[in-house]
């Protein structure tokens, strides 16, 4: 409904400024967390919103100042903000505890300030590991957190949603959660995913050849799209929705680029790098080590539920592949 105010935190990130863009573009008026307000200018300038449907707040999942005033006057929250490791952590709990800690954070301050519905970004990650052979996943799937493939940061995420459930269990507001997995799609500022990442690798010929990866892919505006989704659909409530639609491997990936970029793609490999290889680098690279659990596997969730309950339809992935890379290719040009 045109007026409302959404928090989302996270703004500046891949997936919180697609977030703000839909909701503007959709007529709400929407206050964002940053850590900083020097972030506002390009928060600004991916959404395009230089006037007051847009705000800001500066608050840290780490502590509890500065949530109170960003809930005031919310009537949803979209809880996107999450901390990703820059490198292999020395202890989990360095991860974990803040993810685990900072959501349970934004739940309080969101059933204080009376926010109607708290929409959480969860992962794919807290779905898929544990389950032996299996390739396909739904809903009712959880990750065991002691499977050998759950690094530092799927841990994290899969605690902050259980955290998350347990927590509304108890009523005062209502949460609905999206768990996507490998976002593509279109970047707007200069902070990427790791799956964007990884295509900038590519494109860039800074990654040599191909790991052995299959990729479950969803574009950045169809995430988006689902949370508003699951923020304004009665039939939402308690319910979490798994973003699927659908899978490419990485050597697919790579030939897409190649086929359709022209000379822009001129350093995307195309050999296959050895398993071995990938194990190795994940010692000193935290991307690297982030993909070493997707080696040879094909993993995929069902986006059945959200396309039959909230009507959501997604892209296909191929679009959302060239979409990404056309708009990395759009900001290494010079101007």
Same mark, same amino acid.
């Given at each position: ?6 928090? @989302?935190?996270?703004?500046?990130? #891949?997936?919180?400024?697609? +977030? ?19 972030? /506002?200018?390009?928060?600004?300038? $991916? ?8 705000? #800001? &707040? ?15 006057? +919310? ?17 989990e709990a360095e991860v974990i505890e803040p993810a ?23 992962? #794919? ?17 959880w990750s065991d957190p002691d499977a050998p493939q $759950? ?9 902050? /949603? ?68 699951? $923020? @304004?659909?009665p039939a939402a409530a308690g319910e979490r929705f798994?973003?699927?639609?659908? =899978?490419?491997?990485? =050597? ?25 290889? @990938? ?26 539920? &959200? ?13 959302? @592949?060239?979409?990404? &890379? ?10």
């Open positions: 409904m045109s007026g409302e105010l959404v928090l @989302v935190t996270g703004g500046s990130g #891949f997936v919180g400024s697609h +977030c703000v863009l839909r909701l503007l573009q959709e007529g709400y008026r929407v206050r964002t967390t940053v850590r900083s307000l020097r972030r /506002e200018a390009d928060v600004r300038a $991916m959404t395009g919103e230089d006037g007051d449907a847009l705000s #800001f &707040a500066v608050a840290d999942l780490t502590a509890e100042a500065g949530w109170e005033p960003a809930m005031d006057g +919310c009537d949803y929250v979209l809880h996107v903000a999450s901390p990703v490791p820059q490198a292999r952590p020395r202890d685990r800690e900072g959501t349970l954070r934004v739940l309080r301050a969101a059933r204080a300030a009376g926010v109607r519905r708290t929409v959480l970004t969860s992962s #794919f990650a807290a779905v898929k590991y544990g389950h032996g052979d299996r390739t396909t996943f739904t809903e009712a799937d $759950m690094a530092a940061y799927s841990k994290s995420k899969l605690a902050a /949603e259980r955290a998350a459930w347990e927590f509304t269990a108890g009523g005062g507001t209502e949460l609905a959660v999206v768990n996507p997995p490998a976002v593509f799609g279109p970047a707007l500022g200069a902070d990427l995913s790791l799956w964007a990442g990884m295509v900038d690798s590519l494109l860039k010929g800074t990654l040599p050849a191909l790991p052995r990866i299959t990729v479950a892919v969803v574009d950045v505006r169809d995430v988006a799209d689902l949370h508003v989704r699951a $923020m @304004v659909d798994l973003a699927g639609a659908g =899978a490419l491997t990485l =050597a697919q990936i790579a030939a897409l680029l190649r086929e359709n970029l022209g000379d822009a793609a001129g350093r995307v490999p195309s050999r296959t790098l050895p398993d071995w290889a @990938v194990r190795l680098a994940a010692r000193v690279n935290p991307r690297a080590a982030l993909v070493v659990s997707e080696l040879g596997v094909a993993r995929e969730p069902s986006g059945r539920k &959200a396309r039959e309950l909230l009507g959501w339809n997604p892209r296909p992935v191929e679009e959302s @592949v060239l979409d990404l &890379a056309r708009s990395l290719q759009a900001r290494s040009l010079p101007a």
